[in-house]
């Protein structure tokens, strides 16, 4: 069992930067795949960025560049969202799981937070 505790949303204005916490509490030593992913308004899920136990990270394709996920000891990653756009509007979750591989296919996953919700005004 594990349980995730996302921080750092707010409201911006385009262009702006915000930095997204997660933090992991688990009782197992396993190596956790985490990742972040948003849902707009009106709008599917989708998976932002990953990264693996091994540091291996993934992006979607919007987020390139701009977004930057990393992680800082085992349980807490960090989702740094520089020049941000109105479109990346959305409640933000974190989410983990300890399967083989790590990706941004959100069925992976088993843990989710509660979300955090980022909003960017133009």
């Known amino acids: 069992q594990a349980q995730l505790a996302e921080s750092g949303g707010g409201s911006v204005q385009a262009g702006g930067t915000l930095r997204l916490s997660c933090e992991l509490s688990?009782?197992?030593?396993?190596?956790?795949?985490m990742g972040w992913f948003r849902q707009a308004p009106g709008k599917e899920r989708e998976g932002v960025a990953s990264?693996?136990?091994?540091?291996?990270v993934s992006y979607e394709e919007s987020v390139k560049g701009r977004f930057a996920i990393r992680k800082e000891a085992k349980n807490i990653v960090y989702l740094q969202m520089n020049s941000l756009k109105p479109e990346d509007t959305a409640m933000y979750y974190c989410a983990a799981h300890a399967h083989w591989g790590c990706s941004l296919g959100q069925d992976q996953y088993d843990y989710w937070g509660q979300g955090t919700q980022v909003t960017v005004s133009s």
């Open positions: 990264i693996d136990h091994d540091s291996t």
């Open positions: 688990t009782h197992t030593s396993s190596g956790y795949c």
